[in-house]
């Protein structure tokens, strides 16, 4: 398989070990993700979630997310250089996190 760089190298995922070797990378990719929103931190899935949420009540954000997705990937696959493309993806999370905190309580006390 060929890499881009050393990034992509040790990003990849390693299926010689797994029992059916005719998975394809788009099924363990989205698996992982699975893994990730339900037993992964809590902090990264409730994150997830919230974006979810957001595109689910904004359908107009939605679309405009799925319209940048693929003008960017245009059918290709996904890399870490057209990851960083996506400029407004990058703008909806982090409004979407900045709207809502994700800590409902601080364990730190100001005294003074």
Do not use: W
């Not at 760089?5 to 990719?29: C, F, Q, V, W």
């Not at 990264?44 to 997705?69: F, G, M, W």
């Amino acid at each position: 398989q060929q890499f881009e760089g050393e990034y992509e190298k040790n990003a990849a995922l390693d299926t010689t070990n797994i029992e059916n070797p005719d998975t394809d990378d788009e099924t363990l990719l989205i698996s992982n993700a699975l893994v990730f929103f339900f037993a992964g931190f809590d902090t990264n899935s409730q994150a997830l979630a919230l974006c979810c949420h957001k595109l689910a009540l904004y359908p107009d954000l939605q679309t405009r997310v799925a319209e940048e997705i693929d003008d960017i990937l245009a059918g290709g696959p996904v890399t870490y250089a057209k990851l960083q493309e996506m400029k407004y993806i990058d703008m909806f999370v982090l409004e979407s996190l900045r709207t809502r905190c994700l800590f409902d309580s601080h364990e730190r006390m100001c005294t003074k």
